[in-house]
């Protein structure tokens, strides 16, 4: 008689080892500290690989609150509009079909929420344009809005890769109201343009009353804390056209979508 265990049972605690787990497989070590930088880069190869199957070569990014709403209080229901409006021009206008090069420029990209982000990823969707939602996960977790194309809705845990993947690709910043998130995103690129640290892309921001009631850039200037050619970084707009004309005087291309684009294109 044969007293020997299986093979299955004399090497059980092997195979359930964790440190016999494929790393590529073992999510406890893949979200371990050591593994931060790792994570830090599949966040950027993910969606950088996605962008580039879908021929993305330039984005217009637009920011603005996710508090926001369409029938919301005062001026709320004319931001989303004109959000929503925007979308949709720039679409049109900006080349997101695929042009003779097989390439998309200027595709609508938000942070994926609802209010200003929701409003502009579906204008593009009303002009059978692709958008892009650059999702973030958040403490009461925020979900994507229902219009960003769905194969275009991306999530990071890391604030920094969101934020390089929004500026990498922007041949242009459109910035409607907004609260810290909106403030947070703008001046971290007016910073980099301020220090050359980013091309010179044109930045317009939507609703002069609104940003020189909640930012007082006299005083910035006054103080010293700017120079006067920092104020030629931003124009400011009121409307949807007038903001897009605000891009095309800085040198955006306009590039007409076609009459009935074809679905492979959308």
């Known amino acids: 008689m044969n007293d020997s265990p299986s093979l299955a049972q004399a090497n059980a605690a092997q195979l359930a080892s964790p440190s016999y787990r494929l790393a590529a497989l073992d999510p406890d070590f893949l979200m371990g500290s050591s ?3 790792v994570r830090f880069l599949l966040e950027f190869a993910k969606a950088d690989e996605v962008l580039r199957n879908w021929r993305v070569r330039s984005t217009i990014v637009v920011f603005g ?6 029938d919301g209080p005062g001026r709320q229901p004319f931001w989303y509009a004109e959000a929503r409006r925007f979308g949709r021009l720039a679409s049109e206008r900006g080349g997101a079909f695929l042009d003779g ?3 998309r420029d200027n595709v609508i990209a938000t942070g994926g929420g609802p209010g ?4 502009a990823n ?15 996960m958040l403490p009461f977790e925020q979900e994507p809005n229902a219009y960003s194309t769905p194969e275009l809705t991306f999530r990071f845990h890391y604030f920094a890769m969101r934020k390089m993947h929004l500026a990498m690709r922007a ?6 109201p907004g609260g810290f998130g909106t ?3 703008l001046f971290e690129i007016l910073t980099l343009r301020q220090t050359g640290k980013a091309p010179q892309v044109p930045i317009v921001l939507v609703d002069g009353d609104y940003w020189r009631s909640v930012v007082n850039l006299d005083a910035l200037l006054a103080a010293g804390m700017i120079s006067p050619r920092d104020l030629d970084l931003f124009r400011m707009a009121e409307d949807a056209e007038s903001a897009w004309k605000c891009l095309v ?3 955006l291309r306009e590039v007409s979508a076609p009459s009935v684009p074809k679905s492979k294109d959308i």
């Open 171 to 176: 041949n242009a910043l459109v910035v409607f």
């Open 116 to 119: 200003i982000m929701e409003a």
């Open 183 to 185: 403030f947070d995103e």
């Open 249 to 251: 005087d800085q040198g």
């Open 65 to 70: 609150s996710a508090r926001v709403r369409e």
């Open 101 to 103: 090069e097989g390439f």
């Open 35 to 37: 593994m931060r930088g």
């Open 122 to 136: 579906r204008g593009a969707g009303e002009a059978k344009a692709p958008s892009i939602g650059f999702n973030i």
